[in-house]
């Protein structure tokens, strides 16, 4: 399976932009970039995906880099509730999603 | 996005007893559905995939005996935990493939049945 590496934990303070990285050295032409994040006792929410350009929704923005071995997800001010655990995920084919150990976000008021 | 249901959203058994889960695509059909087991403080860990009119297939470790996955229709997925046992006490999660009109399917996940078997 193609392979994800993130840090454990990243803090932020409120109202700050966060840039969370992610490194796919292992990633094939095809797979699309997947982010996802959790919050306590909950399922995991679709925050956005990508497979070459830069990607903007309203929750967050992908920039994934020009050799796609990497990609950072921003968010450009940081909540309160945007604590959780933000997963980075490779879609091999459109097919199942495995998820490593992502990154526990701490955001300070 | 698209909504995703489970129910129930928690259940506590006794040992021995078997509990059923349902997952539901709420507003979009799911030709496909996974199920999820995640341990406290762990990630999700895939259990098996489930594809609507056909027999799941189980990740290398999940007893397909123990863990029944039935996809009946195109929105309803159930897993049932067959004589539970205190170490099946997990928060399992379920989701949906949307094969929407975007160039990728997206998957939806349902809120998570927290699953206590004492």
């Known amino acids: 399976d193609a392979k994800t590496t ?8 409120e109202e700050e932009p966060v840039h969370l990285p992610c490194n796919h ?7 699309y970039i997947h982010w996802y994040r959790q919050l306590p006792s909950q399922g995991p929410e679709y925050v956005i995906h990508g497979l070459t350009s830069n990607v903007n929704n309203r929750m967050a ?11 950072t997800l921003i968010l450009h001010r940081a909540t ?19 998820f490593g150990a992502g990154t526990r976000l701490t955001v300070k008021p | 996005g698209a909504v995703v249901s489970q129910h129930p959203s928690w259940v506590i058994c ?14 979009f059909q799911a030709t496909t559905m996974f199920w999820y087991r995640q ?46 046992h205190p170490e099946d006490s997990s928060f399992y999660i379920c989701s949906a493939l949307d094969r929407g009109a975007s160039s990728t399917d997206t998957q939806y996940f349902g809120p998570g049945t927290r699953l206590t078997v004492l």
């Not at chain 1, 050295?25 to 797979?31: Q, V």
């Not at chain 1, 923005?61 to 990609?71: Q, T, V």
């Not at chain 2, 040992?15 to 889960?21: D, E, L, M, Q």
Request: glycine share 4%; with cysteine; net charge neutral.
């Open chain 1, 80 to 98: 309160l509730r945007d604590a959780a655990v933000y997963y980075c995920i490779l879609r091999v084919n459109n097919n199942d999603m495995r």
């Open chain 2, 14 to 27: 006794k040992s021995g007893t078997s509990v059923k889960i349902e997952c539901r695509s709420l507003d």
């Open chain 1, 25 to 31: 050295s292992t990633i094939s032409g095809t797979d």
């Open chain 2, 39 to 84: 341990f406290p403080k762990q990630s999700l860990m895939l259990m098996a995939t489930s594809n609507e009119g056909s027999k799941a297939t189980y990740e290398q470790g999940v007893e397909k005996d123990k863990f029944l996955i039935n996809h009946a229709s195109l929105t309803l997925s159930t897993l049932t935990v067959t004589s539970a």
């Open chain 1, 6 to 13: 993130q840090p454990n934990s990243m803090e932020s303070n």
């Open chain 1, 61 to 71: 923005s992908l920039a994934i880099a020009e050799d796609r071995k990497s990609s």
